[in-house]
């Protein structure tokens, strides 16, 4: 069974930066695509960052420059840092593995941000 768990969230003021941390169940050695999402109140949820099959970086246009995905692959970990954090960052944050027709979600992790 595959399992994904964040954490790190919490509250914090505009400005400030957190990390926050995906530990997945699975080995992250092939080539599998790594994305963390977010949802933010009467919003739909969003692509925040990725590793597109375990290479590829990409970022939303809300985010580049202020966040930075990486990854342990010894440890099956992944990392968001988020600096610079807005209030309109403010929302649900989850962490996903996908492969082949599979994708897989962790519980997420609230991030507050206050003016």
């Known amino acids: 069974q595959v399992q994904l768990v964040e954490s790190g969230g919490g509250s914090v003021q505009a400005g400030e930066s957190l990390t926050l941390t995906c530990k997945i169940s699975?080995?992250?050695?092939?080539?599998?695509?790594m994305a963390w999402h977010r949802r933010a109140p009467g919003n739909q949820r969003e692509l925040v960052a990725t590793?597109?099959?375990?290479?590829?970086?990409q970022y939303s246009d809300d985010v580049a420059g202020r966040f930075t995905i990486s990854r342990n692959m010894t440890k099956g970990e992944m990392y968001l840092k988020m600096d610079d954090l807005k209030p309109e960052d403010t929302a649900i944050y989850y962490c996903?593995?996908?492969?082949?027709?599979?994708?897989?979600w962790g519980q997420g992790t609230q991030v507050t941000v206050s003016a």
């Open positions: 699975v080995s992250l050695y092939s080539r599998k695509t």
């Open positions: 590793y597109v099959q375990g290479e590829t970086v």
């Open positions: 996903t593995v996908a492969w082949g027709m599979q994708k897989y």
